[in-house]
């Protein structure tokens, strides 16, 4: 992937399927970024991945996401859910009292 940049004077323009608007970069791709390097009114830059290492934050990975939230809270009914965002959402199923597993103190086989 190569980011590409339109720098002409138009409002927009639209190459192989792909509209360009103006010095707003676009992720694309390398075939498409060697044919576009050729033409006066657009810049190509190689993109560098970062190391695994420092793309990942491992906090993050564990958070559920939006999706998986709104379904804990429809199925806790929790009212107005669909418009909560994330960190309400998570207060809210955070408030709800905690529930007693009735296997918790089961015996294992």
Known sequence: ????????????LTKYGIRFEPNKPLMIADDIAEKL???EHFTVDEVHPEPA?????DSKEDEPSLTKLKEQAKAEGIKGFSSMNKQELTEALAALPQKDDPYA????S
């Open 1 to 12: 992937m190569k980011k590409i940049t339109f720098k002409g004077s138009n409002t927009s």
């Open 37 to 39: 390097d050729q033409e």
């Open 53 to 57: 290492a420092a793309s990942h934050d």
């Open 105 to 108: 103190n089961a015996p294992t």
